[in-house]
């Protein structure tokens, strides 16, 4: 479940609606071979930094191209938000990409992200920056190390191992809504996304989780 789903049939509109023509759109942005293009308009693959420079350069709305959102909305549902950022997150600095993510989107995200943080391929949390701890009203470092399954309910932590279970070995972004156990020994319900991505050269997942407070009523 993406944001990135019609990218390429907006792409292709704000070029046409701009240029008239695909060769057209490439001499002004200055690349080479119109070719270059043809994933991009076909849906395969969201474009990369470059391309999305040479976007903004040209007066496009990236973000609307990107996710159909214009600047300033909110993003529903929330696996918007970490997709946004997919472009350009390598796994091997996971973390920092995650917090460049959310600091160039910072404005427009609030409050759609409340809480990140990253796991291992055993679901461990490994950095959270005390944004969940937080969150769910745990002490500062009470989190650090700690499984994901300790901290959902057990009936909806079955649904989230059967999830992921159907999408190995793929890399994708899914979404959930679960209820997570806050501090206070209560469950709160939530509304998170996941990025899934395999480590280079390893059999191994790495994970980011992006949350936030829901009203929708879980279990």
């Not at 745990?138 to 999408?167: F, M, N």
Request: glycine letters at 8%.
């Amino acid at each position: 479940m993406t944001s990135h789903n019609g990218f390429h049939h907006r792409l292709r509109e704000y070029i046409l609606k701009k240029h008239g023509s695909i060769n057209a759109f490439c001499r002004a942005t200055g690349i080479k071979y119109p070719a270059q293009m043809t994933p991009y308009l076909k849906g395969k693959c969201l474009p990369g930094k470059k391309m999305l420079e040479r976007l903004e350069k040209d007066g496009a709305d990236v973000d609307w191209i990107l996710t159909g959102h214009a600047v300033g909305e909110m993003m529903t549902p929330i696996s918007d938000a970490l997709a946004l950022s997919r472009y350009r997150m390598d796994i091997d600095n996971l973390l920092r990409q995650v917090r460049l993510h959310i600091g160039r989107f910072d404005d427009r995200l609030k409050p759609a992200i409340e809480a990140y943080a990253v796991l291992d391929d055993s679901e461990n949390i490994v950095d959270l920056n005390g944004s969940l701890e937080k969150f769910l009203g745990y002490e500062a470092g009470k989190l650090s190390g700690a499984s994901l399954s300790t901290l959902i309910h057990p009936e909806d932590y079955v649904q989230i191992k059967s999830a992921l279970q159907r999408q190995k070995p793929d890399e994708a972004v899914l979404m959930f809504y679960s209820r997570f156990l806050a501090g206070d020994g209560a469950y709160l319900n939530v509304e998170w996304s996941l990025s899934v991505k395999r480590k280079p050269m390893s059999d191994l997942n790495e994970y980011a989780m992006i949350l936030r407070k829901t009203d929708f009523k879980v279990g």
